[in-house]
């Protein structure tokens, strides 16, 4: 077993600001997450009775910042991990969580609010423009060039990444209108996760790149 690497004062110190930073910001999520699903369940039962829905911008506003401080933390834990935090591992596992719970608030909050409710109840969703974007976005996403925006780069990647994983449970025949088209789409969404996987890769690789340029 490696023996933990031994940290400067500057290194120490950087380590106590990330981690004050990173309780700081889980607790914010929490309020944000506690807060969005309350006022979720208010308009959900406003919902069943026909009424006017209250909270949409409300949830927006909170939803939207919560998915900001999970960059921010997503990008901490990286820091905490290279700083061999003894506790890394659980504060990742626990703001996986707390992303989890957000992706699932964002699910309802689209379900809810969203402009045209489908009489089949098994609502088909636009699933070629939504990959398309993806796509896109995925392609057009710069590396670098030092580590800093590298570091930025792999929190945001890891955002996208699990927003494409939770595709994988909602891609079924019964969203797509045939057969045929949920191939097509299965094929396109395979092709979205591999593009994905070389981008966190190739990430990986430019922050080993701009480390040891650092060194040198």
């Given at each position: 077993m490696s023996?933990?690497?031994?940290l400067?004062?500057?290194?120490?110190?950087?380590?106590a600001?990330?981690?004050?930073?990173?309780?700081?910001?889980?607790?914010?999520?929490e309020?944000?997450?506690?807060?969005?699903?309350?006022?979720l369940?208010?308009?959900?039962e406003?919902?069943?009775k026909?009424?006017?829905?209250?909270?949409?911008?409300?949830?927006?506003?909170?939803?939207?910042?919560?998915?900001?401080l999970?960059?921010?933390?997503f990008?901490?834990?990286?820091?905490?991990?290279?700083?061999?935090?003894?506790?890394?591992?659980?504060?990742?596992?626990?703001?996986?969580n707390?992303?989890?719970?957000?992706?699932?608030?964002?699910?309802?909050?689209?379900?809810?609010?969203?402009?045209?409710?489908?009489?089949?109840?098994?609502?088909?969703?636009?699933?070629?423009?939504?990959?398309?974007?993806?796509?896109?976005?995925?392609?057009?996403?710069?590396?670098?060039?030092?580590?800093?925006?590298?570091?930025k780069?792999?929190?945001?990647?890891?955002?996208?990444?699990?927003e494409?994983?939770a595709?994988?449970?909602?891609?079924?025949?019964?969203?797509?209108?045939?057969?045929?088209q949920?191939?097509?789409?299965?094929?396109?969404?395979?092709?979205?996760?591999?593009?994905?996987?070389?981008?966190?890769?190739?990430?990986?690789r430019?922050?080993?790149?701009?480390?040891?340029?650092?060194?040198?």
């Open positions: 023996s933990p690497v031994k400067s004062k500057a290194q120490a110190q950087d380590l600001v990330v981690i004050s930073r990173m309780q700081k910001g889980a607790d914010q999520v309020k944000n997450i506690l807060a969005a699903e309350y006022h369940g208010v308009d959900t406003r919902d069943g026909k009424q006017t829905l209250l909270h949409q911008r409300e949830n927006a506003d909170i939803l939207s910042e919560a998915e900001g999970l960059k921010n933390l990008m901490d834990v990286d820091k905490a991990k290279r700083l061999q935090h003894p506790q890394a591992n659980e504060i990742e596992k626990d703001v996986k707390l992303h989890d719970r957000w992706v699932k608030d964002c699910s309802i909050y689209r379900d809810l609010y969203s402009q045209v409710k489908a009489l089949d109840p098994k609502q088909k969703i636009d699933w070629g423009p939504l990959l398309d974007d993806k796509m896109r976005q995925l392609k057009s996403d710069a590396y670098g060039p030092n580590l800093p925006d590298v570091e780069q792999i929190a945001e990647h890891n955002i996208l990444h699990q494409i994983e595709y994988k449970d909602q891609l079924e025949p019964s969203t797509t209108t045939s057969k045929e949920y191939a097509a789409l299965k094929d396109k969404y395979d092709k979205l996760c591999e593009l994905s996987q070389q981008r966190r890769a190739h990430l990986a430019c922050t080993s790149a701009c480390r040891a340029a650092g060194r040198s």
